[in-house]
């Protein structure tokens, strides 16, 4: 009995629940029983709607969320000058205390059925990260479509971004715990990037690279080579 009023509860206020302030006053009533940290996913499948923790710091004007996508507490999406849009696919989940923040035309898009884990930094200044479908992202993961310029006699503080591309994951790629991934880098589709990894150059589809700055050392279903 208590269950089935727990669900009926959780389904009106998810009805209504969004990114207003309604919206999210919503969601917090929604989640009032609810249990902690993933095992609130359902609550993104109770409805259409996206599930956006009410302890989620959203500063952002062009924040578009597809049905059933999860946003969990203590992420931070943030839009700088002149930032783009942050766009997440239909059952995507960023995942505690990850950032995701544009700025000077930058924009990120996150496909449909990709998981960031806790930790992750998406930035997105100058050019643009764009993650594909069915990814796997592990903890502590960094993204960054920039770079500062390094002239001597400046404080580098002081000297303007600069980026050599945008960033480009491809569907179905797993990147491990702590992977760095720098501007203009196209890592191509069902990629594995072993953690520590900080990813300089291109990655072919369905290699294995690791290291720093990361190689391929196999494809996917072969031995790695030998030293």
Known sequence: ?????????????????????????A???????APPYMARFYLARVTSN???????????????LAPHSFIADRVIVYQAAEGGPVS????????????????????????????LHPRCQVMA?????????????????AFYAYNHSTRAGELIKRQPLETHGGI???DGAWLGFGVIVLDGVDIGAGAVIGAGSVVV???????????????????RGTSPEKD
């Open 201 to 219: 150059n291109d990655i072919p589809a369905n290699s294995i690279a690791v290291g720093d700055p990361a190689r391929v050392v196999s494809e």
């Open 1 to 25: 009995m208590l269950a089935s009023l727990r669900r009926r509860w959780e389904r009106f206020w998810m009805r209504i629940a969004g990114l207003s302030t309604m919206g999210r006053m």
């Open 168 to 170: 480009r994951i491809g």
């Open 125 to 141: 200044y100058k050019g643009d990260v764009t993650i594909g479908d069915h990814v796997a992202i592990a903890p502590n993961c």
């Open 50 to 64: 996206p599930y956006v923790d009410p302890r989620a710091v959203i500063h952002h004007r062009s924040l578009q």
């Open 88 to 115: 997440l696919g239909e059952s995507s989940h960023v995942l505690r205390d990850s950032v995701l923040e544009t700025g000077q035309g930058g924009c990120i898009t996150i496909g449909e059925d990709t998981f």
């Open 27 to 33: 969601t917090r009533l929604a989640a009032a029983f």
